[in-house]
């Protein structure tokens, strides 16, 4: 089971021991999913989602979002991610195929207390749900950071990070578009211009798993840089809920 405290390279290693039998999970749910879709259709205003949860032998709990842009098979995105428990609230692992190839984006606790302050959502919404209703709705996003930053724009604002590894996201807050300052306005909206013009950033979980080989040749390189910036993060993260029991 994936816990906050094992090494990234384990937590990669099982992820991809997971998303392989996930993908013929993914397969058996398809006919059924697509039956729903298209009775859904009958009675509900397209696009519309689909949502399973699937508990891997690991123990770990894996929830897929489908979007139903049409009824027509592997259509719309695909979103696959799971939740680890910490001390500071709740991680979101989400993995992710892009043009570039594969990337792990990693979510802190922080980033959906930002999302959740600076979309004015209150306290309607418990943190799995508004962790859904963030990907649901920013499921399109184009980097405008550079070297490692991470300025990742989409539909309701900005997520920002940095790259811990090439193929590493550590996202770690969200601000609106109306929060950015001087030359990040033409830049952000440049980026939301093409975030627009993109399909979906999620692609389907067949392209996530011809991914899954290059990955496990990818965990060496970035095994101790991860390490030492998760265990950075982590001490913050604990520093700053010391700081907010005081």
């Not at 290693?13 to 039956?35: I, M, P």
């Not at 397209?46 to 399973?52: D, N």
């Not at 798993?209 to 970035?222: C, N, P, Q």
Request: charged share 25%; aromatic share 10%; proline share 3%.
């Amino acid at each position: 089971m994936i816990i906050l405290g094992m090494k990234p390279s384990e937590m990669a290693k099982e992820a991809v021991s997971d998303l392989k039998r996930l993908q013929t999970w993914f397969n058996e749910q398809s006919t059924g999913a697509y039956r729903w879709a298209k009775q859904q259709a009958k009675k509900t205003p397209l696009p519309f989602w689909w949502s399973k949860e699937w508990k891997s032998p690991n123990g770990n709990l894996w929830r897929v979002i489908w979007g139903f842009e049409n009824t027509k098979p592997l259509n719309g995105p695909i979103i696959q991610y799971t939740i680890i428990e910490g001390m500071c609230g709740k991680y979101l692992l989400r993995p992710q195929v892009t043009d570039g190839g594969f990337i792990l984006m990693i979510y802190l606790p922080h980033f959906f207390k930002r999302y959740r302050q600076r979309m004015s959502l209150g306290d309607k919404l418990r943190t799995e749900q508004l962790m859904r209703r963030y990907l649901r709705n920013n499921t399109s996003a184009t980097n405008t950071g550079e070297e490692t930053n991470i300025e990742l724009t989409s539909k309701e604002g900005i997520g920002l990070g940095t790259f811990v590894f090439a193929n590493i996201m550590l996202m770690k807050t969200f601000i609106t578009y109306d929060m950015s300052k001087g030359n990040q306005v033409e830049r952000f909206n440049e980026g939301l211009d093409e975030t627009k013009n993109l399909g979906a950033i999620s692609k389907s979980m067949q392209d996530v798993m011809s991914e899954m080989t290059a990955l496990g040749v990818e965990i060496k390189d970035f095994k101790a840089k991860m390490e030492a910036k998760m265990e950075e993060v982590i001490k913050e993260q604990e520093k700053e809920l010391n700081n907010n029991k005081e």
